[in-house]
């Protein structure tokens, strides 16, 4: 996206990123769950940070829907305006690792592009990419927002699995298969996945 803004520069603090890190006592990074609707990315999110804040680690959920009723109120779901939408949500979880939080994200980012274009934000490292796989099928059975039956019917447009594309990842750092393990089992593989970056937790 061009800049409109003119006549800036960066303001440098006094406080790093690795002050912010040394005084938490643990690292920072971003979880980035992608999936399809419906694939289990929030609930993993919310159930991960309660287990990650539960051993006294400093931690964030940005979840689609919240962020969508604030920051990105002005955005829809055609793909130039869900470029735009991760593209703001990337800068923001890039703030959120920079002050020394575990930031936890929940959105759909059904292209490939926009992920990577996200992950060249953060140093080597700080972007875990985590694939939440699970079937068009079983994400239209539980349907928990009844989005797909209208989807279906015509009634939402540009609707990702539908009647737009989701560009699974090719190389996650990370895959959680909820259609087949419990949410227990796919929490488990997160928190057993960041225990073994040394320094981070």
Request: net charge neutral; hydrophobic share 30%.
């Amino acid at each position: 996206m061009n800049r409109k803004s003119t006549n800036i520069a960066w303001q440098p603090t006094k406080v790093s990123k690795e002050d912010r890190r040394r005084l938490n006592g643990h690292g920072s990074c971003v979880l980035w769950f992608t999936g399809l609707s419906g694939s289990g990315k929030s609930t993993l999110a919310t159930e991960v940070e309660k287990r990650l804040f539960q051993s006294g680690v400093r931690t964030y959920v940005l979840d689609g829907d919240n962020i969508r009723h604030g920051l990105n109120r002005d955005l829809g779901f055609g793909k130039d305006d869900r470029k735009e939408n991760i593209r703001r949500i990337g800068e923001v979880a890039k703030l959120f690792v920079d002050a020394g939080i575990v930031t936890l994200t929940a959105f759909i980012s059904p292209y490939r592009e926009d992920r990577d274009m996200v992950r060249g934000l953060f140093e080597p490292g700080e972007f875990i990419e985590i694939d939440v796989k699970c079937s068009l099928e079983e994400c239209e059975r539980r349907d928990p927002k009844g989005l797909y039956q209208k989807a279906r019917r015509g009634e939402i447009k540009d609707f990702t699995g539908i009647s737009a594309p989701y560009e699974e990842p090719v190389n996650p750092e990370l895959v959680v298969e909820t259609e087949r393990e419990t949410v227990e089992e796919s929490v488990g593989k997160v928190l057993d996945f960041l225990s073994s970056f040394k320094g981070l937790l």
